[in-house]
């Protein structure tokens, strides 16, 4: 099996750069550049935002049409598919963000309550940031339906991490139980026979 970097990186003797960290390093980062770019589609004015959406609408209208026998005319092309397709940009965006949040917690604290307990409400803040911030883009304006869309999608996100974390806790746990147990027992069996070797090596002696 080829070394990964990280256990080249722990060979070589450099002690801060474990996995724990280069975890914290890639989910952290991982966080602010979701962060920002979520509030880059904020600033969007309301063409930009809307031609985006259209274009997503689009190529899904064009793959339903080439499958299956659509009306390109009715309500639901024409209007409705673009606001859905706006609102799950607002689920997707925020169910990552609440998952990679809880994580980074998770991994930074070790700690899977607190950090489903901190990510809801730093999530919170993000998307009361996020609707703020859509007051300075031209034809668009701060919803607080918006905010309760995303603070919900965040939180799914949140618990679907918390239950991945959940488990992996519970694994790494038992683990260690698992490891505990066995050094005990190789310790009892030495010690055992450390007391069999000296008993005998006694009883000739008093013969």
Not at 10 to 39: N, S, Y
Not at 43 to 55: I, V, Y
Not at 169 to 191: D, V
Request: hydrophobic letters at 50%; a neutral charge; glycine letters at 6%.
């Amino acid at each position: 099996m080829w070394p990964t970097p990280i256990t080249v990186w722990e060979e070589k003797g450099i002690p801060w750069l474990t996995r724990r960290v280069a975890a914290i390093l890639l989910l952290g980062v991982t966080l602010i550049v979701g962060i920002l770019a979520i509030f880059g589609f904020s600033r969007m004015n309301a063409p930009e935002s809307n031609g985006l959406s259209k274009t997503v609408t689009a190529s899904i209208q064009a793959w339903t049409d080439l499958h299956f026998s659509i009306n390109p005319a009715d309500s639901f092309w024409m209007q409705d598919l673009n606001n859905i397709v706006r609102k799950m940009g607002h689920v997707c965006e925020y169910a990552l963000l609440g998952f990679i949040a809880c994580s980074f917690l998770n991994v930074l604290l070790r700690n899977n309550y607190v950090a489903m307990v901190v990510s809801p409400v730093f999530c919170f803040g993000v998307a009361c940031v996020d609707e703020y911030l859509q007051q300075f883009a031209d034809g668009r304006g701060p919803m607080w339906r918006d905010v309760r869309l995303d603070t919900l999608s965040a939180f799914c996100g949140i618990v679907t991490s918390g239950i991945v974390f959940a488990v992996l806790w519970r694994m790494l746990y038992l683990k260690r139980e698992a490891l505990r147990w066995k050094t005990e027992t190789l310790q009892w069996k030495a010690e055992t026979l450390r007391w069999k070797t000296a008993y005998e090596d006694k009883v000739p002696d008093e013969q």
